[in-house]
């Protein structure tokens, strides 16, 4: 679950208390998460693009971009989905010159035992 972004409002408390990762203001109509673990509010970019919390000692991690900002590498491993044609075991068990040649073995067996 991605942490819910706020646009700043005016006169908004977040406006005082700047971002910790970039150490710049917050200001009003930007997009900002507020730190799941101890609420100190990031710009959006900045929470995202650090991968959580810019303050010291703090260990809040971002789970998930948001959809708006596209998420960068979501086409990667698709290629790695290819479906491999399946490799039937059985059909390796016996291969057919194999077949021909315990046939063919059989019959002169059979030969021999029919003309004594
Ligand atoms: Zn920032
Ligand atoms: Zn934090």
């Known amino acids: 679950m991605a942490e819910p972004s706020i646009v700043v409002?005016?006169?908004s408390e977040y406006i005082a208390q700047g971002c910790p990762t970039c150490h710049r203001g917050i200001?009003?109509?930007q997009t900002i998460v507020l730190c799941t673990?101890?609420?100190v509010p990031h710009h959006e970019n900045c929470w995202y693009d650090?991968?959580?919390c810019g303050r010291v000692g703090c260990r809040g991690v971002a789970t998930a971009r948001g959809d708006k900002l596209g998420v960068p590498g979501s086409k990667a491993g698709e290629a790695l989905e290819e479906i491999k044609p399946v490799h039937d075991p059985r059909s390796s068990q016996l291969p057919i010159p194999l077949v021909?040649?315990?046939g063919a073995i059989v019959l002169i067996v059979a030969y021999y035992l029919f003309m004594r």
């Open 9 to 11: 409002p005016a006169h």
């Open 27 to 29: 200001e009003e109509g």
């Open 37 to 39: 673990r101890c609420r």
């Open 50 to 52: 650090k991968g959580g």
């Open 100 to 102: 021909l040649a315990i």
